[in-house]
Nanobody, 124 residues
Framework: QVQLVESGGGLVQAGGSLRLSCAAS????????IGWFRQPPGKEREFVGA????????YYRDFMKGRFTFSRDNANNTVYLQMNSLKPEDTAVYYC?????????????????WGQGTQVTVSS
């Protein structure tokens, strides 16, 4: 069992930055791929990207490349999503999730454990 808690969301102006954290508790956190998803208002949850168990590999959706960066601190059971050059269309609830299904797992039902989400709002 893995429990995940996101934090770091908030209101930011377009062009600004935020760093989201995903803190984990429970066993074997370092054995899981951690994925990030987001759900814009009125839309379905979509995959943002993922980071490997060691943190040595990452996988990003194309439209995230160059703006979003994942990192991982297994000693402190935390994964980070650094978001730069934010746009109003990045407004969403952001979720982290854990899976053993592989780094390129993009589907919601590939993931076994989910956090509660953190709201990111980007104003124009």
């Amino acid at each position: 069992q893995v429990q995940l808690v996101e934090s770091g969301g908030g209101l930011v102006q377009a062009g600004g930055s935020l760093r989201l954290s995903c803190a984990a508790s429970g066993r074997a956190f370092s054995g899981y791929v951690i994925g990030w998803f987001r759900q814009p208002p009125g839309k379905e949850r979509e995959f943002v990207g993922a980071i490997s168990p060691s943190g040595g590999s990452t996988y990003y959706r194309d439209f995230m490349k160059g703006r979003f960066t994942f990192s991982r601190d297994n000693a402190n059971n935390t994964v980070y999503l650094q978001m730069n050059s934010l746009k109003p269309e990045d407004t969403a609830v952001y979720y982290c999730a854990a899976t053993t299904a592989g780094l390129r797992s993009e589907r919601v039902n590939n993931y076994d454990y989910w956090g509660q989400g953190t709201q990111v709002t980007v104003s124009s």
